[in-house]
């Protein structure tokens, strides 16, 4: 079982939609969690950060964290073509003593105009 | 969060040589790290570099491969020594915040192609 798994995608939603971007991790120690998005030919960008469990919101971008079913999600809603980029589910947990950080493979996201 | 910056941006190099890739940050931090992302694949940790003290290395790399230099709080240096085709990827810089939060910041990496 991968620390980390995301669904690969590619997941496309039309314009206006909401996006909904999930993750799942094996690691019930685990107490941060973090969403990057990378467009193609750059490098990851922190978009949110979660560590209880509930909604953080940020504009149009809702994390949600579930640390009993070891689930985090990303919502992305009134979805925008430049939104358009691969999703990375990253997760940081007792486990890996506290200095590092697995990433998941990343979901890709199409926003179709 | 910090600014980093990476040189060079992109390299081909001939194989058996070695490129050493720098990482510059714009305000000190404790925790660096190197990751390697080769295309379509996710971040894959090569080693955490600590000022002080030796990096340390991931299962599958070795410091005779991609010795790692952290010679201050801004500052670190990834060789990618002997370099065979298979090294192809984007090395990434990234440094965790100095703010408390234990999040990580990437540069804007390098796009070696080995041939």
């Known amino acids: 079982q991968k620390e980390v798994e995301q669904n690969s995608g590619p997941l496309s939603v039309p314009e206006g939609a909401i996006a909904s971007l999930n993750c799942t991790y094996s690691?019930?120690?685990?107490?941060?969690f973090f969403w990057y998005r990378q467009y193609s030919g750059k490098s990851p960008e922190l978009i949110m950060s979660?560590?209880?469990?509930g909604d953080k919101e940020d504009g149009r971008f809702t994390a949600q964290l579930n640390k009993a079913s070891q689930y985090v999600s990303l919502l992305i809603r009134d979805s925008q073509p430049s939104d358009s980029a691969t999703y990375l589910c990253a997760v940081r947990g007792a486990r890996t003593g506290g200095f590092k950080t697995i990433f998941g493979a990343g979901t890709r996201l199409f926003v179709k105009a | 969060s910090a600014v980093i910056s990476q040189k060079p941006s992109r390299d081909i190099c001939q194989r058996g040589t070695s490129l050493t890739i720098q990482c510059q940050v714009d305000s000190q931090v404790t925790m660096m790290f190197w990751y390697r992302q080769q295309p379509g694949q996710s971040l894959t940790l090569i080693a955490t570099a600590n000022q002080g003290s030796e990096a340390t290395y991931e299962s599958g790399f070795v410091i005779d491969k991609f010795p790692i230099s952290r010679p201050n709080l801004t500052f670190s240096t990834l060789t990618v020594s002997n370099m065979s085709p298979e090294d192809s990827s984007i090395y990434l810089c990234?440094?965790?915040?100095?703010?408390?939060?234990?999040?990580?910041?990437f540069g804007p990496g390098t796009r070696l192609t080995v041939l």
């Open positions: 690691d019930r120690g685990s107490q941060s």
């Open positions: 990234s440094v965790e915040s100095s703010g408390g939060a234990d999040e990580q910041f």
């Open positions: 979660i560590y209880s469990n």
